[in-house]
């Protein structure tokens, strides 16, 4: 996300070259757990885990339910659900070759 700048003496509405680059919740370092697919009634759902070493959030997904959370702010969780919103088909693909019961023997 970026935040335009404005130049001393200009108007925030005035374009400027000068932007300030927030960095992504989701790094290098980040994991990603999912669960298999949850059924709530006709509803399917998965729980999706994102952490690395301070911080966690666990998020139901495709509601884009904040389940719990440490460390990330407001602004990163919205940044973290956009980012499992644009990657659906990929989690939904990791949440069927969930194997609960093979998972449970481990």
């Known amino acids: ?44 759902s998965v729980c999706v885990l994102i952490e690395n070493d301070q911080n966690y959030a666990e998020i139901r997904m495709p509601e884009g339910e904040i389940l719990s959370r440490k460390g990330y702010d407001e602004e990163e969780t919205e940044e973290i659900i ?14 069927r070759d969930v194997n609960p019961m093979k998972a449970f023997m481990k």
């Open 1 to 44: 996300m970026n935040f335009d700048i404005p130049e001393p003496g200009k108007k925030d509405t005035e374009q400027t070259d000068r932007k300030i680059v927030k960095t992504s919740p989701i790094t290098p370092d980040t994991r990603m757990s999912v669960s298999g697919i949850l059924h709530r009634g006709e509803r399917r």
């Open 82 to 95: 956009a980012y499992l919103t644009e990657n659906m088909d990929d989690i939904l693909n990791a949440a």
